[in-house]
């Protein structure tokens, strides 16, 4: 087997394990009856491209840890990007009908309950994380500290959003910053909480994050290519949506703003030089993130 | 001094003594700049009656606990209120234009800030667990069992919310249980914290938790007796608002509404008949609760 091949096994793998325990987390927390549990559950459970989780569990592998280990820490950061996204869609702010082709939750349910399911999950959210450390075998006393984490990028990601609907951005470092500031946080969250489990040095820690916080600018950017380029039955939104926020494309173009995402895609991937061949699969992962189609 | 004079001097002193730690709670933990860092402060430090964690520190004073070791804890309830009436007034649940007579925060910051400053407050609500417990000399191994407390209480609040939008309550009965679930279940985490730090009984802690429930309810049924009866420039909203939603007065009428009150407040201090004189403070906070007029 050559070792691309490995590599999207290995991925693969990870995916449907993702989507398995998503199912069961949200059986297990989500269960109630009534409009908000299925709220919840849509939220979540909706088709998604489970970056995040895999992202934790790619972050473990540096470190042989196994994703079993990981997978409890893995699904926090993605029950927060649901939340976010439930916000993102309603009317004060993206106003999107549409989330991936189907009704978005405000849509399907209702503003208010949408509301409230996020408030709800992110609420379970943090609950979840004691039991989450724990499954990973990260100490208790880490236990303060990383709920700081999981609220210092909850407070990152909601400045960012507004100063992203304030359309403050007229330059391409301040677009960044505000990206930075949203996906760029639940990456890092993410990629950090699954090398945590490996202990690593200060070093590899930042090097981890230097690679996370790349990706994340890189995966979006090549969103926005998406909403002008894309075609709508594979993105499951109009092209062109998100028109009252400023994009990586409006301000460089389609062309520039691919060369870009594979500049910071590069980046990223320079940044785990260190592990050798450990990171392999993990520099994979990045080049699927800005040659994807949807 | 008469024992009534010392429980007004023991409230208005724990009063004070709450609106001190939010201003600094606020510092330590709102400093953001940005219109975010502006909603949040304002949804939590806009004049309130503190009665959650005015309860939290009197179930401690059951047992001589010192308010000050409780202070932390006691917050944390109020946070999530605070960010639950953010919600309660949005324009697809109450639509309430003002808050105590001032402009209710989607009026004043625009309703994307006010959905994230909620959303953001409920996090920090979260994270501020840890510290607060160890503040209260709580072991930190009933950490994880807070956090689900916590979390309980919040899905119990967007359930209720969700139920009460609906116009869900025909009966007096459908209606407690609605409110049972909102006003009920954080006056039930208040009280119930501050007992915890005193190690109660079981028999006491579902002595506490009776007398904090009976007294949600008692709370909430007369907060829909001074709708209707209310002077505007003391509630601060228009006398006759929530009219979207079923209320004790809509299902009693007043005088019968002002009965069940009356009936909910001895109730509840008759719960805590087995703590003697060490519960009168408690006792004259609840009947101060049924006789207020704001």
Redesign the interface.
């Known amino acids: 087997m050559q070792p691309m091949d490995r590599a999207t096994a290995v991925m693969a793998g990870l995916r449907a394990k993702v989507d398995t325990a998503l199912g069961q987390w949200a059986a297990a927390h989500l269960s ?1 009856e ?3 549990g299925a709220a919840m559950r849509e939220a979540l459970l909706s088709p998604g491209k489970r970056v995040r989780p895999v992202l934790t569990l790619l972050a473990g592998e540096l470190y042989r840890v196994d994703p079993d280990r990981l997978i409890g820490l893995a699904l926090i950061p993605e029950v927060i990007h649901a ?1 976010s996204l439930v ?1 993102d869609d ?1 009317p ?2 993206d106003d999107a009908p549409l989330r991936r082709g189907r009704p978005s939750l405000h849509m399907a349910y ?4 949408a ?6 999950l ?3 959210a ?2 979840s ?3 989450a450390l724990e499954r990973a075998r990260i100490p ?2 880490r ?2 500290e990383a ?2 984490e ?2 210092r990028v ?2 990152s990601l ?2 960012a ?3 992203d ?2 359309a403050a951005a007229s330059t391409v470092e301040e677009l960044e910053e505000i990206h930075a500031g949203k996906t760029g946080a639940l990456f890092v969250l993410a990629a950090g909480w699954g090398a945590l489990a490996g202990r690593p040095t200060g070093v590899e820690r930042q090097a981890v994050e230097a690679f996370a916080r790349n990706l994340g600018l890189a995966f979006q950017v090549i969103d926005d290519v998406l909403d002008v380029t894309g075609r709508p039955q594979r993105l499951g939104k109009p092209a062109g949506k998100d028109a009252g926020r400023v994009t990586f494309v409006d301000l460089l173009g389609v062309a520039a703003a691919r060369r870009l995402a594979r500049d910071l895609a590069e980046t990223a991937s320079g940044a785990l030089d260190l592990f050798g061949d450990r990171a392999d699969t993990l520099k994979r992962f990045a080049e699927g993130v800005v040659t994807r189609d949807a």
Do not use: N
């Open positions: 109630g009534g409009v908000l939340a916000l309603l004060s702010m209702g503003e208010a309950a509301i409230l399911a996020a408030f709800d992110l609420s379970r943090h609950a994380l004691p039991a208790r006393r236990l303060a709920q700081l999981l609220d909850i407070d909601c400045r959003q507004v100063r609907l304030e």
